[in-house]
């Protein structure tokens, strides 16, 4: 798909950034299992469970999104063809890792390997929905973003009217994030995957609030889907950390020695 802002390269811009985004997300993924010493060969089955879970959860989370079947697409054309979801993905990448661990027995918690990784990817990706989607709802700022009526046909937007340049928002959020995390949090004596944990829900606490610009079909109660979900996974979410937290597992742990001299 040609861009909104008439200079995009005359390629399908948005997957040629999720390709650059999944290249800067491997090479982070690399660094950072060499640097923390996870090098397994197991480790690769475990990304492409990630990437498996991924493809397939991203899809079928914006499936039958209407109360009416009719209004949905079969299941084989919604994952060929359909809308996909970030949340969903995100999801999915998180279910195929820990089936991939079951299946080739890895015991080690990956979490800081896939969070810096995946921060990046988002950061990197979303240039391609800035190019291709609806930037958001109408806004007065002067930093909106306008569309020619070719662009407004294309993504059912209104054409001439200043638009909240939501995923702008949201690359700005994942460029700090991967920052935070690369230079900082990585750093910091937290146990072991919670990086990830730490990530998500600020991801899902700036996606709530962010989703009130971005243009999505209102749901129910003024809320879009998204946001529903959100209201389920930021409390458990939160409440996981907070649990850690006041039992004093957020903080990575001491090693020690057994009996026999050996680090446990």
Request: with cysteine; aromatic share 10%; proline share 5%.
């Amino acid at each position: 798909m040609q861009d909104l802002l008439g200079w995009g390269p005359p390629i399908d811009t948005h997957s040629a950034f999720v390709g650059f985004a999944m290249l800067a997300a491997g090479l982070v993924f690399v660094v950072e299992s060499r640097r923390r010493g996870q090098t397994d060969a197991r480790v690769a089955a475990l990304v492409l469970g990630a990437l498996a879970g991924a493809a397939i959860f991203s899809r079928l989370g914006t499936w039958a999104q209407h109360l009416d079947p009719s209004q949905n697409l079969d299941l084989v054309t919604q994952l060929t063809r359909g809308n996909a979801s970030v949340l969903s993905a995100l999801v999915g990448a998180w279910l195929g890792v820990h089936v991939a661990k079951r299946i080739v027995k890895y015991p080690l918690r990956t979490g800081d390997l896939f969070a810096p990784a995946v921060a990046l990817a988002m950061a990197i990706g979303r240039f391609g929905c800035l190019f291709t989607e609806l930037p958001g709802t109408p806004t007065g700022a002067g930093w909106g973003i306008v569309l020619d009526e070719a662009a407004a046909a294309r993504v059912g937007g209104p054409a001439g009217v200043p638009l909240h340049p939501s995923f702008v928002y949201e690359i700005v959020f994942q460029a700090a994030a991967f920052i935070a995390l690369w230079f900082w949090l990585r750093h910091r004596p937290i146990a072991a995957g919670e990086t990830l944990t730490i990530y998500i829900a600020a991801y899902a606490i700036f996606r709530f609030f962010v989703e009130f610009v971005r243009g999505n079909e209102v749901a129910w109660m003024g809320l879009t889907r998204p946001q529903m979900f959100l209201l389920v996974t930021i409390p458990l979410l939160v409440a996981r950390l907070a649990w850690k937290a006041s039992r004093g597992r957020l903080a990575a742990q001491p090693e020690r020695m057994n009996v026999d001299g050996a680090r446990t």
